[in-house]
């Protein structure tokens, strides 16, 4: 390098401000033409609403023209649909209704499992999709199955039923207007769009044909002839309570719970929730994950409250696979014992808000959160945003702020970007940035495009959010081509060619890898893709101190991975296998040390399904870590989860989950009763058992949880 370390440094920091400008500029002047409307669907208001049964025999049906004509999305986009499909709409002040006539020419293979609301998967099913702002960015979708089951992108309430026929199925549903959000408009225009997914012919289809290309809510339909029609104000309490016993270790723990939360209409399409007290009794526990570098793992959210309009608190960058660095302002399980808190989520004119606050309990004392996130739609289908984060604990503050943007021009061109800086009580505000640019070209087929870089400084310390890794600096390039065929076997094949350049955040390489990868996609649901790379990588080590540090040394790193799946329905449902072999740095237990060695993992998962409302589920992982030098195992181990669900009626479960890992011989045992009475309403009576090791002991324990949770909406 010509340049010293500090005019390095400054250089990067001028010429990530130079891009992102220049990339701005160019972008600016393109067209904010919207896509051109296919169909649009006028609405009529219903003198007398439909039984809700799955019967299309009421008046209001009769009466009305239906709507068909639907469109392959897959396997053939833009061929006919190989069944016909018909919509019935209608209003009135309360409800939307729809209709629907699923047939089939095949109906004894029409298949629909009896699940848990929201828990089926690849199932004939029909889909409304609303986009109530009109906007083309944002939608809610509501799914049935022909057993009736109920699927939701957001979790909201509304009525259905559905019913087999003799030459296919039939569904109704009556969804409320106060379990949408809308404009406070006299006369109401929103995009819509109906999907039908055939399971034996691994097809779906639309109303309003769908290009692979384009983003599919910009080509939506429009509805039309909705007038005079208000969600009102509406309040949702949703109470709970219940009791635990708990017996740990020899020591016994009774505990009764009672909270609620609340959701309150501020305005049509801006909603305050509360909570206060959160319900104890998670039914799920963690998996087991072995901890075998120095950096956190992340999980999922499982709460109502954090999960529902957890869209509003992303960055433009989140869940893109072509990234390395895993970052989240907001990672809302840092938020462990909440005694109360609120958020206010919505849109309006193009903007969309994301306001939480939080008081959370801790082991010593109490912390505060505050999470500010506001995004500007831009241009056709862009973004801008802003964001807040800040946690104040007994002694120290952090405090995070970041600008991000998605620009997405010529349909299949898309520049992401992020830039935080991080602020703390406790000093350490210099070197404290961290950002994420990436320019990606993604058609279906043809040409695959994907630039990025990637930098996160010393002193970046996201307490509200997650962070994998600190000191790293990435560029990476990626060229590929994806063919799509029609007819045949195969369906989709691509392949991709990647490099990476590794730094340190002062710009010393720290390592460099070269990624081969094929993709393949077969008609008959089977899926798998496998790779090649090498390269060569310095490892991070914890100090004594606890921070991270480079060790200085690289080490050859090489080896392949595969990935197979196959999805099929009826008994044999699903089976997955996955599996890779690496020449690599080994870690020792205390992440002091690393010295070179060979990894072996192998995953597999395969579900049951003998009848429509029990399914069985098996899935293991296991590792392997080898010393190079002298052939030892230094590390074996297998983590497995076994599950059994029956779902007696719709309304009544059963549920048993096992969960474990053979190095320490550790498990946790789940089981499960539940009964539903209504939307949101329910009582369950749950066992956990568990097997721990704690501090070199064994230690076992169980509890018992019974819980009543019931909705009131006002």
């Known amino acids: 390098m010509f340049f010293s370390q500090g005019k390095?440094?400054?250089?990067l920091k001028k010429f990530i401000f130079a891009f992102n400008l220049a990339s701005i500029i160019f972008l600016i002047p393109l067209p904010s033409l919207s896509q051109e409307k296919l169909k649009v669907l006028y609405i009529e208001r219903v003198v007398h609403p439909p039984k809700i049964d799955g019967r299309l025999n009421d008046e209001a049906w009769q009466a009305n023209q239906p709507v068909g004509n639907f469109v392959q999305y897959d396997p053939v986009n833009g061929a006919q649909a190989s069944e016909e499909t018909l919509v019935w709409t209608g209003y009135d002040d309360k409800y939307v209704y729809f209709g629907f006539l699923m047939k089939d020419s095949q109906p004894e293979k029409i298949w629909a499992e009896l699940t848990p609301r929201n828990e089926f998967e690849n199932n004939d099913s029909i889909t409304v999709i609303l986009d109530t702002y009109h906007d083309g960015r944002t939608s809610i979708s509501f799914?049935?199955?022909?057993?009736?089951?109920?699927?939701?992108?957001v979790e909201t309430i509304w009525k259905s039923e559905a019913r087999l026929n003799d030459d296919g199925w039939s569904a109704e549903m009556a969804i409320p207007f106060k379990s949408l959000r809308f404009s406070s408009a006299s006369e109401q225009v929103w995009g819509i769009n109906f999907k039908r997914y055939i399971h034996r012919l691994n097809e779906t289809d639309y109303w309003t044909e769908v290009k692979r290309d384009l983003p599919s809510l910009q080509q939506m339909a429009e509805l039309r002839g909705l007038t005079g029609i208000r969600p009102g104000h509406n309040l949702e309490i949703f109470p709970y309570a219940g009791v635990r016993s708990t017996h740990w270790a020899g020591e016994k723990d009774d505990k009764?719970?009672?909270?609620?939360?609340?959701?309150?209409?501020?305005r049509p399409n801006l909603y305050l929730d509360v909570t206060a007290s959160p319900d104890f009794s998670q039914v799920e526990s963690d998996p087991f994950i072995y901890q075998l570098s120095p950096y956190e793992r992340y999980f999922s959210e499982r709460r109502p409250f954090f999960s529902e309009g957890s869209q509003y608190f992303q960055l433009a960058t989140e869940n893109s696979y072509d990234l390395t660095t895993e970052a989240s302002l907001f990672y809302s399980r840092?938020?462990?014992d909440p005694r109360l808190a609120a958020k206010i989520s919505g849109k309006s004119s193009g903007y969309s808000f994301g306001l939480l606050g939080a008081l959370n309990k801790e082991e010593y004392g109490s912390s505060e959160f505050g999470i500010v996130r506001i995004t500007k739609d831009i241009f056709k289908n862009s973004q801008l945003g802003i964001y807040y984060?800040?946690?104040?604990?007994e002694t120290s503050t952090n405090h995070n702020l970041a600008a991000d943007y998605s620009f997405n021009f010529k349909d299949i061109y898309y520049l992401r970007g992020a830039h935080v800086f991080s602020f703390n009580s406790e000093g350490g505000n210099h070197n404290n940035g961290l950002h994420l640019v990436q320019f990606n070209r993604e058609p279906d087929a043809g040409l695959q495009l994907n630039l990025g870089l990637e930098r996160t400084e010393d002193?970046?310390?996201l307490q509200a959010g997650y962070l994998d890794r600190i000191d790293f600096q990435s560029w990476h390039s990626m060229v590929g081509y994806a063919w799509r065929f029609n007819r045949g076997t195969v369906q989709r094949v691509s392949w991709d060619l990647t490099g990476t350049l590794s730094q340190d955040?002062?710009?010393h390489k720290v390592g460099e890898q070269l990624e081969f990868m094929m993709f393949w996609n077969l008609f008959n649901r089977i899926d798998f893709h496998y790779g090649l790379f090498t390269g060569k990588n310095q490892y991070q080590l914890l100090t004594p101190a606890g921070d991270l540090a480079w060790n200085g040394n690289s080490l050859r790193n090489y080896g392949g991975h595969f990935d197979f799946s196959w999805e099929r329905g009826?008994?044999?449902k699903e089976i997955g296998l996955e599996g890779g072999w690496e020449k690599r740095g080994i870690y020792n237990e205390e992440f002091t040390a690393v010295t070179p060695g060979t990894e072996f993992r192998l995953e597999s998962f395969l579900s049951l399904r003998p009848r429509s409302n029990l399914e069985l589920s098996l899935g293991a992982d296991w590792i392997n870590q080898q010393m190079s030098s002298t052939g030892e195992t230094v590390f074996e181990g297998l983590t497995y989860e076994a599950s059994i669900h029956y779902q007696i009626t719709r309304e009544l479960f059963l549920t048993t989950r096992l969960l474990g890992e053979t190095r320490e011989d550790q498990y946790n045992f789940d089981f499960l009763v539940g009964y539903y009475f209504g939307a949101g309403n329910i009582i369950q009576l749950s066992l956990k058992k568990s097997q721990r090791k704690e501090f070199l002991e064994t230690e076992k324990g169980h509890s018992f949880t019974l819980k009543l949770s019931y909705l009131f909406r006002l």
């Open 570 to 572: 009826g008994f044999l």
């Open 389 to 393: 984060t800040g946690v104040g604990g």
């Open 143 to 153: 799914t049935l199955n022909p057993k009736g089951v109920q699927a939701n992108s």
């Open 505 to 507: 955040s002062h710009g």
């Open 459 to 461: 002193n970046v310390n």
């Open 334 to 336: 840092r938020i462990s």
């Open 8 to 11: 390095r440094y400054q250089f």
């Open 256 to 266: 009764l719970a009672i909270g609620t939360d609340l959701k309150y209409g501020l």
